[in-house]
Every structure is written in structure tokens, then in C-alpha cells.
């Protein structure tokens, strides 16, 4: 299976727009969002958990479930989320990409059809990331796009860690790849 | 004030969705390509993002029309980190774009959307015990004050360690290679 990159835009498009909106977003954030931080996604997910946690009343000191609860960027970000959903939609719609799949075809190609034992991976493979992101106060976007542009300590330990865990984990899934199916 | 709020974060997230999108950071075999270290075109993207951005906010923090907040370092950093890093080879891709996915109609995404979010309330379940744990000591990640040095020190030679690492996977890995 070769990757399609025919109807993607180039890299260097992709990153140098990615650089203008975490600094235009910077401004704006930090004066409504009281957060001198660009934007991350993390506390999006934080502030649906902070639902979850409602739910509980006894929870409701809890400091995580409070600080996701009432503060701004967390219900900014939840919004966020929401806008890279239907951002996704619609680039992938305009570009021809948009496709319905249950799991990836390449997870199909090497570990089987079985939905249950993919849906098994995503849910604990998720909730690894929620939790990870949680306790390294950031995820992709807030401890490597801006982390690292900000060349803060912290970002560059934890996003080293992301990449060092996530190739182990790579290879103890995908031992041998190389696909014989065609002469490519 | 809340109007604002959310249509910054639609919009926002809208134009971060597109642009992950459109460029194909989103792709499953995109994300474990790079970690099994054989399509290096998201890694291209991110240190582009990131050359771009560290140059524009440090010049223009120079001016004094921004003020960077480093993020602290501490043992939830390297712990927290290598969990992430785990649950991504696991999973095939990151938070934002897997939001982003869902858009695009990879039905497993809204699963892994719910599973994050149950990550981070398992968080909020121990995180007395990890404060004792893991955060307890705390770096300042100012690397600049750390290191005593002008920042520029650091910037340009950052900045030309991560365009020499483009350079370097550019030549030699191609972006549409058969790895799977």
C-alpha cells in the first residue's frame, strides 16, 4: 500500500500555515482566555472529562475536574475541538479524501478484520493518550508545535518521550512492514 | 464574552482541522510511518511549524508585543510523555487530528475521542497521588535563563539543527514511498 499524497498539499505549505495561526492565536487567547499560551487541544478533552465528572458530586473539589470546568480555555478548546471536526469534513470533501472506514486499512492488512480487537486498541490506546497528556500538561500540538517553538524545557522533554515511546510501540505492532503484494 | 469564546475556538479549530487535513498529517500510515521511522512527512511538517513559529514569536517578543510562558520541567513531562508517546503507537494518531479524523469519517475516531477524554478523568481520579509523585519538584524551563545565555544563542542554532533534520529525511525518504 503506498501512501496517496496526490491531492495533499506540500509540507512546507502545511507548517508554514500552521506557524501563522499559533501566532495570530497567541494574541487573541491570551486577552480572552486569560492564558499566555497558544492554543492546545488537550483541555478540550479535559473539559468534556470535567462532564464526566459532574456527574459525581464529590468530585466537584477534585482539582483537575475544576480547573477543566471553569476555566476559559478549557471551554475555548472543547470549541476548538468542534472546529477541527468540521474542518477535517470539510477539507476532506473538498479535496475528494473524505472516506468512511471503521479502522484503518492498514491495521486491517496486518492484524485482521476483527472490529472488536481494533475498537479494543483505540480505547485503550486513547485513554493512554488522555492520560499522558494530562499528567505532561500537553499533547502533540501544545507540547511539540508550540513546546518546542517556545524551546520550553519541559515540551522538549516530553516531546522527545512522545516520539521515543510512540517508535517502540510502532515496532512491537508493526515488527515487519514492507507490503509483497505488489513490485513497488 | 461566551459568543466570542466559542466562535474563536470553531474558527481556530477550523483552520487547524483544514490544514491537518488537507496536508495528510491525519493518514494512519502517515503517523505510523513516522514512528516506525520510514515516512518522515509529518515530522517534515512539525519542524517547519515549529522553525516558523519559534522564529516569529521570539522576534516578536523582541518588540515586546508577546511574552512566552516555558513550560515547566518535571517528572509528569518524561512519565506523562512516554504514556502519550504509547497510546499514540497504539492508537495511529494524536488528539488533534484525531478530531480531525472523525470529520473525515473514520468511525473509530468518535471512540478514541471518548477514551481520551476518559484518560484525562482517570487522571483527575489520582492525581493526588501523582502530585506526591510526579510533580512535586518543579524546573523553571526558561532554557535561556537555565543556560545564562543571550536567546539567540539558542534560537539560530535550534533553528538550524531542525532545518538541517528536514534537509536530511527530505533527500532521502520520499513522501508517497510502499512501507506497509
Known amino acids: 500500500m503506498n501512501i496517496d499524497n496526490s491531492k495533499e498539499w506540500h509540507w512546507f505549505k502545511g507548517g508554514i500555515l500552521v506557524s501563522l495561526l499559533s501566532v495570530a492565536t497567541y494574541f487573541i487567547f491570551s486577552a480572552i482566555a486569560d492564558r499566555n499560551y497558544p492554543f492546545g487541544i488537550t483541555a478540550g478533552f479535559g473539559y468534556i472529562a470535567a462532564q464526566f465528572g459532574r456527574l459525581f458530586g464529590d468530585l466537584s473539589e477534585n482539582p483537575v475536574i475544576k480547573r477543566f470546568s471553569e476555566k476559559p480555555d478549557a471551554f475555548i478548546e472543547f470549541f476548538l475541538l468542534i472546529g477541527l471536526i468540521i474542518g477535517g469534513y470539510t477539507a476532506s470533501k473538498l479535496s475528494g479524501t473524505f472516506l468512511s472506514e471503521n479502522i484503518p486499512a492498514v491495521w486491517e492488512k496486518y492484524h485482521g478484520k476483527s472490529l472488536i480487537k481494533r475498537y479494543l486498541f483505540v480505547l485503550v490506546g486513547s485513554i493512554f493518550l488522555g492520560y499522558g497528556a494530562a499528567l505532561a500538561s500537553g499533547c502533540t500540538t501544545g507540547n511539540i508545535l508550540q513546546g518546542w517553538a517556545h524551546l520550553s524545557l519541559g515540551s522538549i522533554v516530553a516531546g522527545a518521550s512522545f516520539f521515543a515511546a510512540g517508535i517502540i510501540t510502532a515496532k512491537i505492532l508493526y515488527p515487519k512492514t514492507g507490503g509483497n503484494d505488489d513490485n513497488n | ?180
Open chain 2, 1 to 180: 464574552m461566551i459568543i466570542i469564546n466559542i466562535l474563536f475556538g470553531l474558527v481556530v479549530g477550523f483552520l487547524f482541522g483544514y490544514i491537518l487535513t488537507r496536508t495528510g498529517i491525519t493518514k494512519y500510515p502517515r503517523v505510523m510511518g513516522m514512528l516506525l521511522l520510514k515516512d518522515f512527512k509529518i515530522l517534515k511538517f512539525m519542524l517547519t511549524a515549529v522553525t516558523s513559529s519559534m522564529i516569529l514569536f521570539y522576534l516578536l517578543g523582541d518588540f515586546g508585543l508577546l511574552k512566552t510562558v516555558p513550560k515547566n520541567l518535571d517528572w509528569g513531562k518524561l512519565v506523562g510523555g512516554l504514556i502519550f508517546g504509547t497510546g499514540m503507537g497504539i492508537l495511529g494518531y494524536c488528539p488533534g487530528t484525531m478530531a480531525a479524523r472523525i470529520g473525515e469519517g473514520k468511525k473509530e475516531a468518535i471512540l478514541s475521542l471518548f477514551g481520551m477524554a476518559i484518560g484525562i478523568f482517570i487522571y483527575a481520579l489520582t492525581i493526588k497521588n501523582v502530585k506526591e509523585t510526579f510533580l512535586s519538584s518543579e524546573m523553571n524551563g526558561d532554557i535561556f535563563t537555565q543556560l545564562g545565555v543571550n536567546k539567540w544563542i539558542v534560537i539560530i542554532p535550534a533553528a538550524i539543527i531542525f532545518s538541517a533534520i528536514i534537509y536530511f529525511v527530505n533527500k532521502n525518504f520520499s513522501d508517497n514511498k510502499k512501507i506497509f
